[in-house]
Nanobody, 121 residues
Framework: VQVEESGGGLVQPGGSLSLSCAGS????????VGWYRQTPVKQRELVAV???????NYADSVRGRFTISRDNAKNTVYLQMNGLKTEDTAVYYC????????????????WGQGTQVTVST
C-alpha cells in the first residue's frame, strides 16, 4: 500500500500542526497506522499508532499533546500535534501494516517519504 505524508512545517514552541497520512486501497483501512519520527542524532521513535478499529496509543513523550485519528472513508490518518516543543523537531514518517510490525519497526509495513516538522523560535 502506498502512503504519503503532508502537513509538516515550521512552528514556534507551543504551537500546533496537523499531519496527514493518505493511503490507497483497502489494505490501508484494514491495517494499523503509525507515526514515527527521526532526527540525525536520535533513534527512530514511534510516537503514535492507531489500530484498524481506531484504538490509539502514544509514546510517553507526546501523550496528552498529540492525537492520532483516522477517517477510513478518506483513507487518511491524522496526527494533531499541540503544545509543540523544540524536541519534537524531526522528520515524521507514516507507516502502515500489522500492529505488531509497526510497533517492532520491522516486518511487512509500508513507509511514506516523511515530512519535516521544525519547532523553533
Amino acid at each position: 500500500v502506498q502512503v504519503e505524508e503532508s502537513g509538516g512545517g515550521l512552528v514556534q514552541p507551543g504551537g500546533s500542526l496537523s499531519l496527514s497520512c493518505a493511503g490507497s486501497g483497502s489494505e490501508f483501512r484494514e491495517n494499523a497506522v503509525g507515526w514515527y519520527r527521526q532526527t540525525p542524532v536520535k533513534q527512530r521513535e514511534l510516537v503514535a499508532v492507531i489500530t484498524a478499529s481506531g484504538s490509539p496509543n502514544y509514546a510517553d513523550s507526546v501523550r496528552g499533546r498529540f492525537t492520532i485519528s483516522r477517517d477510513n472513508a478518506k483513507n487518511t490518518v491524522y496526527l494533531q500535534m499541540n503544545g509543540l516543543k523544540t524536541e519534537d523537531t524531526a522528520v515524521y514518517y507514516c507507516t502502515v501494516g500489522p500492529l505488531v510490525a509497526i510497533v517492532s519497526g520491522s516486518g511487512s509495513v509500508s513507509w511514506g517519504q516523511g515530512t519535516q516538522v521544525t519547532v523553533s523560535t
